[in-house]
């Protein structure tokens, strides 16, 4: 059946492997370069105690997802892999067969230790391939070439059921030729996923200097819409239509983690930096671990968890998160599911004035989606409709 007709939101695992062989220019996630070995043994030890303490936060569950993210989670060991699994095995119910998926980068994948992973368990391979582009390569910091990433994704598509990649688009200099020759590329070697994300420049990050400094300049933003549309167009043409803003699938092969997230379900987050959302009490709780490695691993250590901040959301915060994640979605919202989250429906006076803006649009009686048009401009359109 496909993901996005069984629409229950779901129970996902999300487990952070803080380390990368190299921090990349443009990135801001938690991640974490280290020149000694990394005691893998220290960490899936606390992993296994994070989450003994989470399965006492959330009572007994059916777990529908496990991803394995970072970071660069194929660094790990299979061993390490295989231990994070059981443990998750151990604490909440795993039914056979659910989607497990770890993150891996093109320059450190190995056969042999994709064939561990797909031992352990893991289903789902999602590559950070960027670019198919030499240049942009080495622009983007990636310590991989066009050769290795096709190497690792034919392997990928040899030992696992399921692959995903990720390309990054709107480049300096990058034509509307260009990327759709590339995308064109992609297609050709994806199995059934494609992430496609715009160039941001993240603050605190070295492109944010640089392009500060007008060492390079990125598409405007009416060039990067044009590239939005024709990747759009271009995915649809071949059968992977966009189900978020910025992923693309096969129907039936959407991601289930990434769709847990979305359609505001609940999800337990382990290890440095990561985040959780769950139901706690009858109320939905945030977790948010440590970010340095070593420090969250003595905190886990000393006391069964590194979860440092969260907080309980009110009613309406839930409302504005359900808003704000459900309309990246196609498939949109719920509105009586809004509706529970806010005690109140949404004002009919802002979705006429969105809807003849040709923003959002209805699905039936029941559901809420943003158009294409609406997608350029989630943030305002979100913020228009929580008011």
């Known amino acids: 059946m496909s993901m996005l007709l069984d629409r229950a939101p779901g129970f996902g695992v999300y487990v952070h492997w803080p380390f990368c062989a190299a921090k990349c220019p ?15 043994d220290r960490f899936a030890s606390a992993f296994e105690a994070e989450l003994a303490t989470m399965r006492e936060r959330t009572g007994p569950r059916e777990v529908t997802s496990i991803f394995l993210g970072g970071g660069t989670p194929s660094l790990m060991k299979p061993e390490t892999v295989a231990r994070v699994l059981d443990a998750v095995a151990k604490n909440w119910t795993v039914p056979d067969g659910i989607e497990v998926t770890l993150e891996a980068n093109p320059s450190s994948v190995e056969a042999e230790r994709f064939r561990g992973y797909r031992a352990a368990g893991v289903n789902r391979v999602s590559l950070g391939v960027q670019a198919l582009d030499d240049k942009d390569l080495r622009f ?10 096709l190497h690792a994704i034919g392997l990928a598509r040899e030992i696992f059921p399921r692959l ?6 709107a480049r300096p200099g990058q034509t509307p030729e260009a990327w759709a020759s590339e995308l064109g590329q992609a297609i050709g070697h994806a199995a059934d996923h ?15 200097a640089l392009h500060a400094a007008k060492k390079f300049i990125i598409p405007d933003n009416d060039h990067a819409a044009d590239l939005y549309a024709l990747t759009q167009e271009i995915t649809s043409a071949h059968g992977l239509p966009a189900y978020e803003i910025s992923n693309h699938a096969r129907p039936g092969a959407e991601s289930r983690h990434n769709l847990t997230y979305w359609r505001y379900g609940e999800y337990v987050g382990v290890g440095p930096g990561a985040h959780g959302r769950f139901v706690e009490n009858g109320r939905r709780t945030v977790t948010i671990a440590e970010r340095m490695p070593e420090t969250w691993a003595n905190l886990v250590e000393a006391k069964g968890h590194g979860v440092t901040g969260g907080e309980i959301l009110t009613r309406s915060e839930e409302a504005d998160e359900f808003l704000l994640m459900g309309l990246r979605l196609a498939e949109g919202i ?18 006429s004035m969105l809807q003849g803006e040709g923003l959002v649009a209805p699905i039936g009686n029941s559901r809420l989606r943003a158009t294409a048009a609406g997608m350029i401009v989630l943030d305002a359109v979100v913020a228009d409709l929580a008011r």
């Open 26 to 40: 443009y990135c801001d996630f938690n991640s974490h370069v280290r020149h000694q070995p990394v005691d893998q």
């Open 140 to 149: 983007l910091g990636r310590l991989h070439n066009v050769e290795e990433a």
């Open 164 to 169: 995903s990649f990720d390309l990054i688009y």
């Open 194 to 208: 494609l992430s496609l994300y715009q160039l941001t420049i993240e603050e605190g990050t070295p492109f944010h």
């Open 334 to 351: 719920d509105l009586s599911r809004y509706e529970a989250f806010s005690g109140r429906g949404l004002s009919s006076a802002r979705l």
